[in-house]
């Protein structure tokens, strides 16, 4: 929402401001790396990727390389913003020469990706979406706000709303799963705890959603590929958690690598314009992704980078993240009038206002290494860290193995066990090594006895094994896309020589996004989806293993059996007119389910739930239904609830569930409570073959349950409104 005493400062600015001073404040550096020679992060990148150092030698470089944050262009007015500068002393220093050696002063605005924690690293995005818990969300994004800001942050680049139906794509580990109600709650919830409701306070972070559109239905599942879906299934499926998140008062907006239907979402008007600032009066900045603008060029849309600046900047990008398009080219685009000056201005205006929100044009100087040091790693932030992950991991079997029985003798095997920085998963920058609480840690904590499992000798003798398999931090996040979702030989052969063993045998899955559990299932008798859970791994996977907390985390994205079944695994998919079946011609596979091997919303306790007595009726708003839930068991828990409804008639064929709500309830044991769901006549629409936006009469089903899968069935006749 626009203030006028704010509008008003940005106009006197722009009336003084320089053809050269305005490109300057579209152009994001990402300071170049002064180490053993000088290179850019592209470069270095490239030094990986063709084998002239490795992933780890690249990591230090990274860490211990000077930056060259080029301030003779700040002084000079060519440098808006920066990517990546971390350290309160580090900010000030470069903002004091924005602000007193500049000639307007205008201050910078420092873009970091704060994605789940800074210094202390909480679970991954897709981690702590199975907590299904919008308040945990909100306080740990304010917790990362916290620290983040007072190393000289002022925006992230978070929340990440990408649906993510494809568990090849390494970036699902950065989402909220593969539903979109949930990815927008837990975007709206982000934004929320990064920004408050008074972005000049020193500790409020910009949020910046991301990335827009559709990011993840990469085909292929393969980073930076091509998206092309119909416009209802993008209208339907994808765009509502980007819209939730804006709506919700972010502040900027990154669009999207890939192409759109053929249009790169850096270049695509109808995103960055038609719909984000005419649909839904998006005010904030659009911001590029890393060299997005000049990769239009890869693209085939721009004939060379004066052509992917000017069609940018027409098509509402306001900010170029690291390109240099914007920079090298705005002045004579202008000049040439192939860009308006009120486009331009446009583009400065929205950056501006967004630095006077924050307020560093009265407050420049928003932290200091003293209030960094005592902000980070705090024993309260360490504590939300181990609640988030209590909260994140997903039992997914048990035959009554678990909770461990105390003074057991265990045998721990796995190298992932023993590795505290791999618990921390991707994009944890804020992260530092040895922070982290591995399996081990968590062990020694509870000064419980193990016997480490050693590949070269015999098994020990213990009682139960505890394994660790799964993947490391760097097989996930962007660019790190997997044809195969199997676990590795050396797990399956593992977890197979302590089955053999005769020993009982619970199995931790690390990972960043799900994997063919399959042997896991056999060999183990217990099995916990760990994902990537931050600093608190350890020890929160020894409260949960040792019964001291009750596992109520859900899946927010079915587990495949194969690798195979992607990406049709999704639990929102159509009947077809040939529903899977025993006979031949149906739609299915000759060597694989078309069935996850764990499905959505799916989740094991220490408790039981039964439930009963659906009921579901039309109300002048919609659809109001209720179940009653029992606790069964001997012990409390907490149960997600999960809405879903189904449409089984409509000019459209629609999907088989939509989740529509869900409600996350404290059960003592033996006690009952009665769920209550209010479905909009809203969430009932959809777009029919012309795009209208149309609702049916006819009967909806609605499903309500522990998961996808298990549900009871109560039947509208629906009237639409
Ligand atoms: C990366 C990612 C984006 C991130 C940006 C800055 O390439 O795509 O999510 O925010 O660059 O690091």
């Not at 583009?347 to 307020?359: D, S």
């Not at 609480?437 to 015999?458: K, M, N, T």
């Not at 409509?650 to 996350?664: D, Q, S």
Request: glycine content about 8%; hydrophobic content about 40%; proline content about 5%.
């Amino acid at each position: 929402m626009k203030h006028p005493e704010i509008e008003k400062r940005i106009q006197d600015l722009l009336d003084r401001m320089t053809l050269e001073e305005k490109a300057g404040q579209l152009n994001q550096s990402g300071g170049s790396l002064v180490g053993a020679f000088d290179l850019s992060f592209e470069e270095l990148m490239t030094m990986v990727q063709d084998g002239r150092i490795t992933e780890e030698e690249a990591h230090k470089m990274l860490s211990d390389a000077k930056h060259d944050w080029h301030e003779d262009d700040l002084r000079a007015g060519r440098i808006g913003s920066y990517l990546n500068v971390i350290g309160a002393e580090e900010m000030n220093r470069l903002q004091h020469i924005a602000v007193e050696e500049t000639r307007l002063g205008i201050p910078l605005i420092n873009g970091f990706d704060v994605i789940h924690g800074f210094r202390t690293a909480t679970p991954i995005p897709l981690a702590e979406s199975c907590a299904w818990d919008t308040d945990l969300w909100q306080r740990t994004a304010r917790m990362s706000a916290e620290e983040a800001t007072a190393a000289g942050v002022h925006m992230t680049f978070s929340p990440m709303v990408d649906v993510s139906k494809d568990p090849r794509w390494g970036r699902i580990a950065e989402s909220a799963g593969e539903d979109a109600l949930l990815n927008g709650l837990y975007g709206e919830a982000k934004v929320r705890g990064y920004q408050t409701d008074d972005l000049t306070r020193h500790d409020a972070l910009a949020a910046c959603v991301k990335h827009f559109a559709a990011y993840g239905a990469a085909e292929g599942g393969r980073d930076y590929n091509r998206v092309d879906m119909s416009p209802q299934r993008f209208e339907e499926e994808y765009l509502p958690s980007y819209e939730r998140a804006v709506k919700a008062g972010a502040r900027a907006v990154m669009p999207a690598f890939n192409d759109l239907s053929g249009v790169p979402c850096s270049v695509n008007k109808k995103l960055l314009t038609d719909i984000l600032r005419t649909r839904w009066g998006f005010d904030g900045m659009t911001i590029s992704d890393a060299n997005a603008i000049a990769e239009c060029i890869n693209h085939g849309i721009a004939a060379d980078r004066r052509d992917a600046a000017r069609q940018a900047l027409n098509a509402g990008m306001d900010m170029d993240m690291t390109s240099g398009c914007f920079l090298d080219h705005v002045k004579e685009l202008v000049e040439a009038g192939e860009v308006s000056m009120d486009r331009l201005d446009e583009a400065v205006r929205n950056i501006l206002r967004l630095k006077f929100e924050l307020g560093l044009f009265d407050d420049p100087y928003r932290s200091s290494p003293e209030q960094e040091q005592a902000a980070m790693l705090t024993p309260a932030h360490r504590a939300l860290a181990r609640e988030a992950a209590q909260k994140s991991m997903v039992l997914l079997k048990n035959d009554g193995l678990l909770p461990l029985k105390a003074d057991l003798r265990i045998g721990l095997a796995g190298s992932l066990a023993f590795d505290r920085d791999e618990m921390s998963g991707t994009w944890s920058g804020g992260y530092r090594d040895g922070d982290g609480r591995s399996i081990q840690d968590g062990l020694d904590a509870e000064g419980i006895a193990y016997q480490a499992v050693r590949e070269d000798q015999p098994l020990p003798d213990c009682d139960v094994f505890l394994c660790a398999v799964g993947e490391r931090k760097a097989e996930s996040g962007e660019a790190a896309s997997r044809a195969s979702l199997d676990l590795t030989a050396s797990d399956i052969a593992l977890l197979k020589r302590l089955k053999e063993s005769g020993k009982p045998v619970v199995a931790v899955v690390f990972a960043g996004r799900p994997l063919c559990l399959g042997p896991a299932v056999e060999c183990a008798d217990a099995l916990l989806m760990a994902w990537h859970p931050g600093v608190e791994a350890g020890p929160a996977i020894l409260d949960l293993l040792i019964g001291r907390v009750n596992p109520s985390a859900r899946l927010t994205t079915g587990l495949p059996a194969a690798t195979g079944q992607c990406p049709t695994l999704y639990y929102d998919h159509i009947r077809t007119g040939r529903p899977a079946g025993v006979f031949k011609y149906t739609s299915k596979y000759l060597d694989a389910p078309v069935t996850p091997l764990f499905p959505f919303g799916f989740g094991l306790s220490y408790t039981s739930y039964r439930y009963s007595d659906i009921s579901a009726a039309q109300t002048s708003d919609g659809i109001h239904a209720e179940i009653t839930v029992r606790n069964t068991g001997d012990r409390a828990g907490d149960e997600v609830v999960q809405c879903y409804f189904r449409d089984p008639v409509a000019r459209r064929v629609r999907p088989m569930r939509k989740l529509a709500a869900f409600e996350k309830v404290a059960l003592q044991p033996g006690e009952s409570k009665r769920v209550a769901f209010d479905i909009p006549n809203a969430a009932f629409a959809y777009y029919d073959q012309e795009m209208n936006l149309v609702t049916d009469d006819g009967v909806i089903e609605i499903h309500l349950g522990g998961n996808v899968r298990d549900t009871l069935q109560a039947d509208v006749d629906y009237r639409h409104p």
